[in-house]
């Protein structure tokens, strides 16, 4: 699905560089790679959203160079990429219903349908009762559950997940943990980069460790 | 979740965005209504600093038009004594000297009967007012000023001439004028045209920047920045329209005001109603370049925003 080949990333502060950093994400896997603060765990997330471009080096999505692709191809690939940050990305002036939707409505799909995933993922997330709540009054456990519920609905081929639980409780971790599983089980491929501390709860995930810059099996 | 989990049809369903003009018409209302203070003031403050060029612009389309109508002319007024058979031979003289466009013999009760008419004069004055004969030439507006001077000259010598009055002076100022007009008027259209550039780069940032964390979402979610920025380029077609229209009716109102200043001050009376013509070739030409130099400042503004959408979406933060 996604591979790194030999990718290095040198950043101008010279804070987050990757070294020739091989990775391969088969599809339906679930990736977990841990690191230290500045071990380039973010580069390695950007470089695999195509946001980051390599100094040397390929990523390849289904054997195809990401720049080597042009414009359509590459939103296609986005379309179907789930991007999880370390904030949750929102839009403010739409409620939680709204904000979660829209990936649907952006992909050309039906109302009918759209209500029904839309509703699904609420549930799914525990925000039924604040679907018509605008963003701004929510924490940042209830926005970023919303991040999730977006990813539900589109039922990405590829997640690309920062560290989406560095302001999360143990409780929303798990939860956190739980999605993805949902979201393998669908046969999503999923990258996530994390600190060292919680990794011990991952199961059936390939584990890797990112260290300035290079990667360590 | 089971169910989610079943639905596997849809994993790889990912259809045009059509959903995106939906957001793109409502983003642009958002947009509209949030920034309704700039909406309103933005254009209006472009067409307000762009009086000074219409001003210059009407004026100078003025002046040639009082260029094209109004010939080079003689009027030549005759000694008491003078016949009228004296009178024509003396026209006739000075038609041998220079091509002339028309000579009119004016005598003195058609000259007194035209002033009273101008001046609104009872028949009373009308009758008291007692006018030389006289002989009005006029010339081509291509006749040579040096020729009419010595004509002009030549005329004054006579000993049937009282008195010779010529618009040569006149004419020859405003054949002058022309390329210190043509040079204001270049001058005024290249600052108002930066103006316009600056004006469209200024008003889209500033409109744009609160809206660059929510366009570098939908970055995220698979959008192209120039779909994204849609809203805002139709907002910086919308303003520029406005601007147009503006301009194109501001224009008229000015040419009005101007021509009857101007026929006041040299004539003071009115002489004839000023005419509003459709805005000839030469203004859409201007208006256009003005609008033109405005999308340019858009175009820039719009080129900034999507650095700063992709710079945005790569934050984690």
């Not at chain 1, 986005?78 to 649907?104: C, D, G, Q, S, W």
């Not at chain 2, 995106?20 to 947009?31: A, E, Q």
């Not at chain 2, 550039?197 to 008003?203: A, I, P, Q, W």
């Not at chain 2, 006041?264 to 003005?290: C, V």
Request: with cysteine.
């Amino acid at each position: 699905m996604l591979r790194y080949d030999n990718v290095t990333v040198t950043n101008s502060n010279g804070f987050g560089n990757l070294k020739n950093v091989s990775l391969e994400l088969p599809s339906g896997s679930l990736t977990v790679v841990i690191g230290s603060s500045g071990a380039g765990k973010s580069s390695l997330i950007d470089v695999g959203a195509g946001l980051k471009k390599c100094n040397s080096g390929r990523l390849l999505v289904e054997n195809k160079d990401i720049s080597q692709m042009n414009s359509k191809s590459y939103f296609s690939f986005l379309k179907a990429t789930a991007i999880l940050k370390k904030k949750p990305r929102l839009i403010e002036r739409f409620n939680v219903y709204e904000n979660i939707r829209l990936p649907l409505l952006l992909q050309g799909h039906r109302a009918k349908y759209i209500r029904l995933e839309t509703t699904k993922a609420l549930e799914y997330v525990g925000l039924r009762h604040k679907e018509l709540s605008p963003i701004k009054g929510l924490n940042t456990s209830q926005k970023m559950r919303i991040n999730l519920a977006q990813c539900l609905v589109r039922k990405p081929r590829l997640l690309l997940a920062n560290d989406p639980t560095f302001n999360l409780s143990s409780d929303d971790f798990d939860n956190f943990r739980e999605f993805l599983y949902t979201l393998k089980d669908i046969g999503t491929t999923i990258l996530v980069v994390m600190d060292s501390s919680r990794v011990g709860k991952f199961k059936n995930a390939k584990i890797k460790t990112l260290w300035r810059g290079e990667l360590i099996p | 979740m089971a169910e989610l989990n079943q639905d596997k049809n849809t994993f790889r369903s990912h259809k045009n965005p059509s959903g995106n003009l939906g957001y793109c018409w409502s983003t642009f209302l958002h947009l509209l209504r949030v920034n309704w203070g700039f909406s309103i003031l933005g254009p209006t403050f472009m067409i307000y600093c762009s009086l000074p060029f219409l001003l210059i612009l009407a004026a100078f389309l003025y002046s040639d038009h009082i260029k094209e109508h109004q010939r080079p002319e003689i009027t030549v007024f005759l000694a008491e004594k003078v016949s009228p058979d004296k009178a024509a031979l003396l026209a006739k003289m000075a038609a041998a000297v220079s091509v002339t466009y028309q000579i009119t013999i004016i005598e003195p009760k058609t000259a007194a009967k035209k002033v009273a008419k101008t001046l609104n004069l009872s028949a009373d004055l009308q009758e008291a007012i007692k006018f030389p004969r006289t002989i009005q030439i006029i010339f081509p507006n291509d006749a040579d000023p040096l020729v009419l001077e010595e004509l002009a000259q030549l005329l004054a010598a006579d000993s049937r001439v009282t008195g010779v009055y010529s618009t040569i002076e006149t004419h020859k100022l405003l054949q002058r004028t022309r390329c210190h007009w043509v040079l204001i008027l270049s001058i005024g259209l290249c600052f108002t045209g930066v103006i316009s550039l600056l004006f469209g780069y200024f008003l889209i940032t500033i409109i744009g920047r609160p809206h660059i964390s929510e366009m570098s979402t939908m970055f995220l979610l698979g959008v192209p920045s120039l779909e994204s920025s849609r809203p805002l380029q139709i907002l910086g077609l919308v303003f520029g329209a406005v601007y147009l229209l503006g301009c194109l009716v501001v224009y008229p109102a000015l040419v009005r005001g101007m021509t009857i200043s101007v026929d006041w001050f040299f004539y003071f009376h009115r002489l004839n109603e000023p005419k509003l013509d459709l805005p000839s070739m030469k203004i859409l030409i201007s208006l256009a370049f003005m609008v033109v130099m405005y999308l340019v400042g858009v175009l820039f503004a719009i080129r900034k925003i999507h650095v700063s959408i992709m710079k945005s979406a790569s934050e984690n933060e």
